[in-house]
């Protein structure tokens, strides 16, 4: 069985700030931290209270990771995962404030629970 790397240091985003955005901007790409609060209406999708400052990192799983099912076509992924001091892990999906489509809600929670899946059963040799 191979492993998935979920820590692909080339598209991690990080912050320190109190508030900063989770953005999800162009199709193809992955999302992204950004800390210039004058994005905040434009770019934001989600947002993040930080109030201890610790450094945030943000790795993005999906247009990065691949997660495929056993048929060999490419499973729904979250957007990605928020990690902190570092063993903390928060799993993200984000959806387009502008256009809310009926079932989003079980939709997201699907994308999460197939990346947390994949992320614990195939990433532990990057955990250790």
Known sequence: MSTVNFFVEEFKTQSDKIIFGLCDDEDNK???IDDNESNK???W???VYNGSEK????????NCV???KTNGEMDERCEGF???SGNNIIFTELK???IIPEGWRKKAEEQIMVTMKSFFLFSSLFLG
Do not use: E, N
């Open 30 to 32: 992955p999302a992204y």
């Open 41 to 43: 209406y434009l770019k």
């Open 45 to 47: 999708i989600g947002k």
């Open 55 to 62: 450094t945030v990192d943000f790795y993005p799983v999906d």
């Open 66 to 68: 691949d997660i495929r």
């Open 82 to 84: 928020l990690s902190y």
């Open 96 to 98: 387009d404030r502008k």
